[in-house]
């Protein structure tokens, strides 16, 4: 019998980084042109799942098998040999390079003559690629200068052009996608998976249980490192993955909609004739108290600068803000600071938090001159054990103590931390970018928790999302923005929330 | 399949292991210390008597407080390489104006003048977008021409032998006044690294210069104040390493200073990269050092054998001790 040898192979897997047991058990089928979706929380072991398939960690146990022929572990250019390639979410791109050096990045070797490079032909090689997939980007172009958007798409092409270069079909994991996609650019990458898995297969790593759904036959879920499903995806459900996932049932009301304030207070934050050439102009907008304001747009709308703008990170060049009824200065985060605007970025290893200081150190720092006794300028630490002690508690926050080192908790932890900081400064207004990004979906609930428990407290909060079923399930009112510009308004009260289809509709 | 018990084993070995590591930064310098103690002493008993350890004392407190200086602009995550050169110039300063004027305008206008520098250091910086290497490289080079400019080449003797009496006195328990004065000054850069809000900004600065700025943290003026800290630290050690010696020499701070300052600061422990470590640290450091060289010339090791050892020591310190989880890539 002609038995059709699968794509990849993972038999019995183990992995264990010293006490830490990353895989257990993992016994993995995955068939030639057929795209598999990869589902569980952050630490679940899908990153480790991905480095033993990509040949950069070695199994402490067990056998990975490239179509058919077994993975000599522990190297990854072998692997890259066998056709596997992985698209990352932080990117691995080098930004200096132009794109065709970056889509044959570490193949150069094909296309040296005696040690000297044909780029003619390196060029040509990485225009075909891009034309295949029907994406239009110079190859000449510098990556860095390249919106995010198409420096993932140039990424992708770099996977599909190992299918080029060597006589393999290529294995192509994608690690997390979509999530700093705008709609058009996610729908573009489906349209690639669809055409191109005749000639290749795909792991398809995510958050987002509906891009799952949308382009995967078949669907994997990990939980502690092991396996807790594997179905069909005809056969499997949001509510089916969610409990594979998390380990208990999705709850009702997933964005706690019957928790909504319907009721918001007074006006805490009106802005004027917000203007900043070439990222929004003309923006008036109010919100009050115990309201979640959320903000729809593209990527190139205009709604993260805003939102920086806000926060006083950016510098708008017309317009007023005002909190409370007085005026702000524009462009300080000082300014804001005082004004009591507290900012959660998008970016939170970036902007968020300090990874080598201590949970106590992160969440004493916006609020330093508190800590100090009387009128000498010394710290006490029993203040500043007390204030951090009240917030690990208060928000139920999984850490070692006070002394922790933020690098060690899990991104829904640290996240609440970055929160944290701001409350304990008397907040009246939150801007928001993304809170949710990257974040496993037990985790997502807690922050959902404490955005509605905010919202009661009678803070007010200006949500900017990528994702628009969240924003949609959390937000009193969503205005939209097009090329800098406010296009629309809507009320979204809980028990009536509009489809996601009528929000587009005034975004592109 | 690994049995239970290796697993068990395995485990343990692990955790200890970790716990090494991650604490191996704090211990190092105290396991060096120890080290050098008793490696030196067995080679020259003369090494572990209290005089010798007065003399090293006496022979560090200079080197402690420019250290000191350096370690809280490495803490940002800068790097100062004109404290040798400010440590001269306020050196020569002082001596000019100490012969006529007297000792506290001799202090005054010195110490004024590496606060200065530190000053156009900051500013520099910050308003220029010049990386710190750069800008005190250019500074190092400026000050030392400037500081030759003024001595023509020679040597200027302090006449006022009141301040060289007092740092060589011994006024408490046999120990120099010098090294009681560093002791005292780096007691209060303790304080201010870890017990005031100035300090604490410092490390969030280094740990995290966009989190920090986004934290209501005045990042520019901190930064500036950090530089003017550090050239006001090496202006001061300048006058005193003049008043310890009596004279002020245009090659003070030659350039042995500033690699032995960086050397201590990063051997005790506080990060390159900024945002770990501090003065406390720097004490240790210096001691190594300190240790080292007295050591190597009690045991008449010769001068240039010495570079290498320090060379070495430096090296095999950060490799020991760096944190590799934070450098992915080693550059």
Known sequence: MDRVVPALELIDVHKRFGPVTALRSVNLVLEKHSVLGLVGENGAGKSTLISVVNGTVRPTLGTVRVNGRELNAGHPTEAGYMGIATVFQEQGLVANLP???????????????????????????????????????????????????KRQLVEIAKAFALGRIYPVQPIIMLDEPTSALSESETQLLFALIRRWRGKATIIFVSHHLSDVFEVCDQVVALKDGAVTGQWDIEKATPEILHEAIVGRKRSEAYYKESEQRENP???????????????????????????ILGIAGVMGSGKAALAHALAGSIRPVKGVITVNGRAVALGSPNAALRAGI??????????????????EWNLTLPNLRAYCAGNLPFLSSAAQAEVANKWLRKLRVKATGRKALMSSLSGGNAQK???????????????????????????????????????????????????????????????????????????????????????????? | MASAATVQDSTIKWMIADWAKRNLRSFYPVIVIFALLVFFTARNPNFATLNNMVNIGQQSSILLLVSLAGTFIILIGSIDLSVGAVLTLAGVIAG????????????????????????????????????????????????????????????????????????????????????????????????????????????????????????????????????????????????????????????????????????AIVMGGTALSGGIGGPHRTILGVLVIALLSNGMDVTEVNSFTQQVVKGLVIILAVASTIDRRKYQFIK
């Open chain 1, 99 to 149: 794109v065709y050096e970056n889509i044959l990045l570490g193949r150069e070797g094909k296309f040296a003559n005696a040690g000297f490079l044909s780029v003619g032909e390196m060029v040509k090689v990485a225009r075909e690629v891009l034309s295949e997939l029907e994406i239009e980007i110079d190859p000449l172009a510098r990556t860095g200068d390249l919106p995010f958007g």
């Open chain 1, 265 to 291: 207070g007074d006006i805490v934050l009106s802005a004027r004739g917000l203007e900043r050439p070439g990222e929004f102009m003309d923006i008036s907008l109010d919100v009050r108290s115990g309201e």
């Open chain 1, 342 to 359: 507290g900012f959660v970025p998008a970016e939170r290893n970036d902007s968020g938090l300090i990874g080598m200081h201590s949970v």
């Open chain 1, 417 to 508: 931390i970055v929160f944290a900081k701001w409350l304990e400064r008397d907040i009246s207004l939150f801007v928001l970018e993304d809170p949710c990004r990257g974040l496993d979906v037990g985790a997502k609930e807690e922050i959902y928790s404490l955005l509605r428990q905010l919202a009661k407290d009678g803070v007010a909060i200006v949500l900017v999302s990528d994702n628009l079923s969240e924003l949609i399930g959390l937000s009193n009112r969503i205005i939209t923005l097009k090329s800098g510009r406010i296009t629309a308004e809507f009320g979204t009260p809980s028990g009536s929330k509009p489809e996601e289809t009528t929000i587009i509709a005034s975004m592109v």
């Open chain 2, 96 to 263: 000019l104006i100490i012969n006529e004027y007297g000792i506290a305008p001799a202090l005054a206008v010195a110490t004024a003048t590496g606060v200065l520098v530190g000053l156009i250091n900051g500013s520099t910086m910050i308003v220029l977008k010049v990386p710190s290497f750069l800008v005190t490289l250019g500074t190092m080079s400026i000050l030392t021409g400037i500081t030759n400019m003024i001595c023509n080449g020679s040597s200027i003797i302090l006449l006022n032998y009141t301040l060289t009496d007092f740092v060589n006195a011994r006024v408490i328990l046999g120990i120099p006044n010098i090294v009681v004065v560093t002791l005292l000054i780096a007691f209060v850069l303790i304080l201010l690294s870890y017990r005031t809000v100035l300090g604490r900004h410092f490390y969030a600065i280094g740990g995290g210069e966009k989190v920090a700025a986004s934290s209501g943290v005045r990042v520019t003026r901190v930064k500036i104040i950090a530089f003017m800290l550090s050239g006001g630290l090496s202006a001061l050690a300048g006058v005193l390493l003049a008043a310890q010696v009596g004279a002020a020499t245009p090659v003070a701070g030659s350039s042995n200073m500033l690699l032995d300052s960086i050397a």
